[in-house]
């Protein structure tokens, strides 16, 4: 089984950054895509970005091209979310999501196999 495990929320005022960090543990994971969604209260889950690991390719939602930023580690298996410019409406719960399929087109949920618990970011106006 593998583990997703995030760090790096927490409350920042509008216009702020925060560093999301998510590595994944537990048996060997030779995954193909790793990216991260949001749900905030009373909203569904909405995807936020990708990252395939055959090409680093990236799809972002349009909501946070510009302003945040994917990146990873092969050697720790994490990727990390960078968070620029942040608005009240980025406050959501994100969660961290793997794969073993490279994503392309229109990201969903039945794209990923393994997920984390999630991490609160909340934006103050």
């Known amino acids: 089984q593998v583990q997703l495990v995030e760090s790096g929320g927490g409350l920042v005022q509008a216009g702020g950054s925060l560093r999301l960090s998510c590595a994944a543990s537990?048996?060997?994971?030779?995954?193909?895509?790793m990216g991260w969604f949001r749900q905030a209260p009373g909203k569904e889950r909405e995807f936020v970005v990708v990252?395939?690991?055959?090409?680093?390719?990236?799809i972002y939602a349009d909501s946070v091209k510009g302003r945040f930023t994917i990146s990873r580690d092969n050697a720790k298996n994490t990727v990390y979310l960078q968070m620029n410019d942040l608005k009240p409406e980025d406050t959501a719960n994100y969660y961290c999501?793997?794969?073993?399929?490279?994503?392309?087109?229109?990201?969903?949920?039945?794209?990923?196999?393994?997920w984390g618990q999630g991490t609160q970011v909340t934006v103050s106006s």
């Open positions: 537990g048996r060997t994971f030779g995954g193909r895509a």
């Open positions: 999501a793997a794969g073993y399929r490279t994503v392309v087109g229109t990201p969903a949920q039945r794209d990923f196999d393994f």
């Open positions: 990252i395939n690991w055959s090409d680093s390719s990236t």
